[in-house]
C-alpha cells in the first residue's frame, strides 16, 4: 500500500495522511520519508500531509459530532476505554485540545470527544492544524532535514 501511495506523489502523501489523521491505522511519516528520498518538494509535502493529516481528524469530529456511541465502537472500532481516556485527558480544556491530535491512538480519539462535545469547529480546526503541522516540522528536523 505504501509502494502505491508513493507512486501518486503529492497526493499519495495527502491519501496517505489523511488516513493517518482518521480512525484508520496508518502511518503517514514513513511515506512522507519516502517520497522526500524521491527528490519531491519537502514543504510541498508538509503542505499536502498537513491538509490530509486535518481532513482525516475533521472527519473524526464530524463522526464524534454525529454522537452514535454504538456506530463509533461498532464501525470504527475505537474502544469506549480510549474515548474515556481521551476524555480524561482533555479534562473541559474544550477545542484548545485539538492541537494533540497528533499523538498515536489517542489522537483519533480526541478529535472523535471534540465532536460528541461539540466543541467550537473554527477554534478545533485551527488547533488541529497547527499541531498537525508542527508534527511534520519535528520529524523534517528529527530526520535532519530542516534547520
Not at 3 to 11: E, K, P, Q, R
Not at 12 to 18: C, L, R, T
Not at 105 to 132: C, D, E
Request: glycine fraction near 10%.
Amino acid at each position: 500500500m505504501t509502494d502505491l501511495l508513493i507512486h501518486f506523489g503529492y497526493w499519495g502523501m495527502m491519501a496517505a495522511a489523511f488516513l493517518a489523521g482518521s480512525f484508520f491505522p496508518f502511518s503517514s511519516e514513513a511515506v512522507m520519508l519516502a517520497l522526500m528520498a524521491t527528490g519531491l518538494d519537502t514543504w510541498q509535502l508538509v503542505v499536502y500531509g498537513t491538509a490530509g493529516n486535518v481532513l482525516g481528524s475533521v472527519l473524526n469530529y464530524c463522526v464524534g459530532r454525529m454522537g452514535r456511541m454504538e456506530w463509533i465502537e461498532h464501525y470504527l472500532h475505537v474502544k469506549p476505554e480510549s474515548l474515556q481516556r481521551a476524555e480524561r485527558f482533555m479534562a473541559n480544556r474544550g477545542a484548545w485540545m485539538g492541537f494533540f491530535a497528533f499523538l498515536p491512538v489517542l489522537g483519533s480519539a480526541i478529535t472523535i470527544v471534540l465532536g460528541l462535545m461539540r466543541a467550537n469547529p473554527l477554534i478545533t480546526l485551527l488547533s488541529i492544524t497547527l499541531g498537525k503541522f508542527l508534527r511534520y516540522l519535528v520529524l523534517l528536523y528529527g530526520a535532519g532535514l530542516v534547520i
